[in-house]
């Protein structure tokens, strides 16, 4: 199927606009990464009629080709985040919580621990303050 150019290029504006908006970069930026993508060579091509898809759709695509998480956003506020699980399997090495017994009796040889009552006592004080 081949797409009315006039539309297509609207389309591309539309594409354009969320980008900058997911990924926090101006009009010109977000332009010349669509135009050098390889989601913007295959819908000018025509192929599995991607013109087709959503814009949404499509931001996502270019997301996942430059190697970010989307915000998509309505009405300027986010919604959901959307990432490859590759990039969610990264992040989540980052923050391995296995890793966190190995670190206390390291911690405990070295001082860098305090009572827990300590700690409670802070919030409460925290609490009692209004902070």
């Given at each position: 199927m081949t797409a009315n150019p006039?539309?297509?290029?609207?389309?591309?504006?539309?594409?354009?606009?969320?980008?900058?908006?997911?990924?926090?970069?101006?009009?010109d930026e977000a332009l010349d990464l669509f135009y050098r993508s390889e989601t913007y060579r295959l819908?000018?091509?025509?192929?599995s009629d991607l013109h087709c898809?959503?814009?949404e759709y499509l931001?996502?695509?270019l997301e996942e080709e430059y190697g970010g998480?989307?915000?998509?956003?309505?009405?300027?506020?986010c919604d959901p985040a959307v990432m490859s699980i590759e990039k969610d399997e990264q992040l989540?090495?980052?923050?391995?919580?296995h890793s966190l017994p190995e670190k206390g009796p390291d911690d405990l040889r070295n001082g860098r621990v305090s009572?827990?009552?300590?700690?409670?006592?802070g919030i409460r004080a925290e609490l009692r303050d209004g902070r």
């Open positions: 006039t539309l297509l290029q609207m389309k591309y504006a539309r594409i354009i606009r969320k980008l900058a908006e997911a990924r926090g970069v101006s009009l819908i000018a091509e025509g192929v898809m959503s814009d931001v996502q695509e998480p989307v915000h998509i956003t309505k009405n300027g506020t989540a090495g980052e923050n391995d919580l009572p827990a009552s300590d700690g409670i006592e």
